[in-house]
């Protein structure tokens, strides 16, 4: 480690390990610490395992994924877009294939094979990964930089910083990189969480653990206004409720319950049937049945799983006969399948999130070259920049164009 590094990137991500790949293809000396035995942690569990490594939407799509701060995504994803992170691997046989949601994972479904083209390419291209080096100060003197674990000192001319968000710390994302990025006079916006489980403490409703709901419309309220809706999947956990319109929605609720707001949801658990049509739905099953039990009748209309919990909220007997239910009752059962509604308590810590919300603030850094406006010589990647996008490749996508861009631009 005696030798003067052109470019030092700290932390072995996707952000970390495509800088470095960018940066050495421009023939500098470069090094990556990673304070793990091993890169890639949070990329190895990445999409249940599979690594959904990006989408294949357009680049406005991907931008206005992002919020109304995604347009800062136009200068790395001008230079890296998805379409070059699907040449990128394809072109080092790992073929990618597409799935529902533009969604794209190496056809092997194994995030393995995502990391393993990494760090071939890294190796390749003769980069040094100093593992077990978990970064403590990094501290510049006129034009080095000097990057200390306590025991070993690393110097460079540049540096780049890719500690990823707060999420999951065991994979590594403990969130070093908001106090260097403090320490060199940037603003860190406050990382909570998002993409993240939410939190019911309704006893009868943690019975529907492991229940998963497709096609049904998801809506939040706060003091009877509505602030946020999904239509789509979700799961009900022993926690709460999960899955991808869930996860979406929870930085909205986060803030919520966070401003003092209590925040209901409601589950339309049939949103393309108006209640006319319902209505007309259920006389039919009835009329189709007349002898059928009350409970053979939800049946027809609900997941096994809910069955219990809609006699529990209906407050029908489960061997009530179908054909002598009467208006109100047939009322009472539409009104859940429209409008099952419970208060939310709260969200899962940041340990359990997907995506870290907030970290470097994005008005301090140069959008074409990851630079830091306030300290010349450092630049940022991946999940440590204040910009978080859904669930569908895009946080992966954003990691690999802003790597990729930091690295080239520090060379
Ligand atoms: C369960 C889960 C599933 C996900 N699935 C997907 C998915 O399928 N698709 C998608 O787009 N996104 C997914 N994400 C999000 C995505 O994984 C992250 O946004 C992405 O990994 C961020 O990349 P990064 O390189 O910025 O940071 P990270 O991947 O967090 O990497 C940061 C690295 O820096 C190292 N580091 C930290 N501090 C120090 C230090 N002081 N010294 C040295 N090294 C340090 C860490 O050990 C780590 O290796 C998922 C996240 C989780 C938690």
């Given at each position: 480690m005696n030798e003067i590094f052109d470019v030092a990137i700290v932390g072995a991500g996707p952000a970390g390990m495509m800088a470095g790949i960018s940066s050495k293809t421009s023939g500098n000396c470069v090094c990556i610490l990673e304070k793990n035995d091993q890169a890639g942690k949070k990329l190895l569990i990445s999409g249940k395992g599979r690594c959904n490594v990006t989408t294949s939407k357009d680049i406005h799509e991907i931008v206005t994924a992002f919020g109304e701060n995604g347009k800062f995504l136009y200068g790395t994803l001008s230079q890296f877009s998805n379409q070059d992170v699907i040449n990128f691997f394809e072109s080092r046989e790992v073929p990618l294939k597409e799935e529902r949601g533009d969604r794209m994972f190496p056809v092997s479904d194994k995030s393995i094979s995502i990391l393993n083209c990494l760090l071939f390419e890294l190796k390749k291209k003769n980069v040094n990964i100093f593992y077990n080096f978990s970064v403590k100060k990094i501290t510049k003197n006129n034009s080095h930089f000097k990057i200390s674990d306590g025991e070993n000192i690393v110097i460079a001319k540049k540096i780049i910083i890719t500690t990823g968000g707060k999420s999951y710390p065991e994979t590594g994302s403990t969130g070093d990189g908001y106090r260097f990025a403090e320490s060199f006079g940037h603003n860190v916006v406050r990382p909570v969480p998002a993409l993240v489980p939410l939190i019911v403490h309704s006893g009868k409703l943690n019975s529907l653990a492991g229940l998963s709901l497709k096609n049904v419309e998801l809506t939040f309220t706060s003091n009877g206004e509505v602030f946020s809706h999904e239509f789509g999947e979700m799961l009900f956990t022993h926690k709460g409720i999960s899955g991808p319109i869930v996860l979406k929605l929870s930085k909205k609720v986060y803030l919520e319950l966070t401003g003092g707001n209590k925040v209901t949801a409601k589950i339309d658990l049939k949103p393309k049937l108006d209640e006319t049509t319902l209505r007309q739905r259920i006389i039919r099953e009835i009329q189709t049945a007349p002898k059928k039990e009350y409970q053979s009748l939800l049946a027809t209309l609900l997941p096994k799983l809910l069955i219990t919990y809609a006699i529990y909220v209906t407050k029908i007997d489960k061997h009530h006969q179908s054909s002598t239910?009467?208006?109100?009752?047939?009322?009472?059962?539409?009104?859940?399948?429209?409008?099952?509604?419970?208060?939310?308590?709260?969200?899962?810590?940041?340990?359990?999130?997907?995506?870290?919300?907030?970290?470097?603030?994005?008005?301090?850094?140069?959008?074409?070259?990851?630079e830091s406006k306030i300290t010349p010589g450092v630049y940022f990647a991946g999940e440590i920049i204040c910009l978080?996008?859904?669930?569908?490749?895009?946080?992966m996508q954003k990691a690999f164009s802003t790597?990729?861009?930091a690295g080239k631009s520090a060379s």
């Open positions: 239910l009467d208006k109100t009752q047939i009322t009472s059962l539409i009104n859940f399948l429209k409008n099952f509604t419970f208060e939310i308590d709260g969200v899962e810590s940041i340990d359990n999130a997907i995506v870290t919300h907030g970290g470097v603030d994005i008005k301090e850094i140069d959008r074409k070259t990851m978080d996008g859904p669930t569908g490749g895009f946080n790597g990729y861009v």
